[in-house]
């Protein structure tokens, strides 16, 4: 490395620090716009940032009073208002419970477990029951074209 190259070096890395010092002092304008004086400082090299502090505790009380100026007041819920509570209840006629109370029989249980075997044999015995009438009123409709047949007009052809 010559001595030309590490002057080239020296001069960029200058450059450097100007350019960030520039956007430094640009950042900290659009931050800031109405304070003018952070341009000096920063140019000056002293840190206000201590002093600039703008810090906000939703949940939390420091114990330095200059941070407990940024201490902001719990939010406002609104009222929940529920309607269903807000209606008074409507007040049934109560009777005393014990006095309907009517002992179980004490074939209930069976009367339960039997009851399913009983609804098929009612149905299986409505059906019977609609059997046996269609039959016999197919044996009463046969006897009376018997009776119609045989007394019907009489064949006189053999006269």
Same mark, same amino acid.
């Given at each position: ?17 100007? /350019?960030?010092? $520039?956007?430094? $002092? $640009? ?9 003018? !004086? ?9 840190? %206000?940032?201590?002093? %600039? ?16 100026? !940024? ?5 406002? *819920?609104?009222?929940?208002? +529920? ?27 069976? /009367? ?6 009983? +609804?098929? *044999?009612?149905? /299986? ?22 009776? %119609?047949?045989? %007394?019907?007009?009489?064949? +006189?052809?053999?006269?």
């Amino acid at each position: 490395m010559g001595v030309g190259e590490e002057e080239s070096i020296e001069q960029a890395a200058a450059a450097r620090r100007e /350019r960030l010092k $520039a956007l430094k $002092a $640009a950042q900290q304008l659009l931050e800031n716009p109405e304070d003018d !004086g952070a341009l000096v400082n920063v140019e000056n090299g002293a840190d %206000d940032e201590e002093n %600039d502090v703008n810090v906000k505790f939703r949940n939390y009380l420091p114990h330095d009073k200059q941070l407990q100026e !940024g201490k902001l007041a719990p939010p406002e *819920l609104p009222k929940f208002e +529920d309607p269903v509570a807000s209606e008074p209840p409507v007040e049934e006629k109560k009777e005393d419970p014990f006095l309907n109370i009517a002992p179980k029989k004490p074939n209930w249980d069976l /009367r339960r477990d039997v009851e399913k075997k009983l +609804d098929k *044999l009612e149905k /299986r015995t409505q059906k019977a029951i609609y059997k046996l009438q269609m039959m016999e009123q197919q044996e009463k409709e046969k006897q009376l074209a018997e009776e %119609d047949g045989g %007394d019907g007009p009489v064949d +006189d052809s053999g006269n």
